[in-house]
């Protein structure tokens, strides 16, 4: 079974930036592909980026491209999520996940971390 911890969360200004961090355990992690997916109040969950195994391929919503970028580390079993320019409109509770699947089939995410809370003030 995989763990996913993610940390990095908080609160900041409009315009600032925050990076997420995500520390998988009990798989090898660079079997996985990981995601990075966000749920504001009263609404859906959505996909916000994914990572392929590799870390060669990416994808990101269009609502974030161009100012969020996701890596990875796998030597540090760390996948992370560089949120720069960020509007009150990001604000959400931030998951990553993993999937065994095609990295940007985001509804194959079988695996999830507890979230962590990102908001923006205007």
């Known amino acids: 079974q995989l763990q996913l911890v993610e940390s990095g969360g908080g609160l900041v200004q409009a315009g600032g930036s925050l990076r997420l961090s995500c520390v998988a355990s009990g798989r090898p992690f660079s079997s996985v592909n990981m995601g990075w997916f966000r749920q504001a109040p009263g609404k859906e969950r959505e996909s916000v980026a994914a990572i392929s195994l590799s870390g060669r391929s990416t994808d990101y919503a269009t609502s974030v491209k161009g100012r969020f970028t996701i890596s990875r580390d796998n030597a540090k079993n760390t996948v992370y999520l560089q949120m720069n320019s960020l509007k009150p409109e990001d604000t959400a509770v931030y998951y990553c996940?993993?999937?065994?699947?095609?990295?940007?089939?985001?509804?194959?995410?079988?695996?999830w971390g507890q979230g962590t809370q990102v908001t923006v003030s205007s």
């Open positions: 996940a993993a999937s065994r699947n095609v990295y940007n089939d985001y509804a194959k995410y079988a695996y």
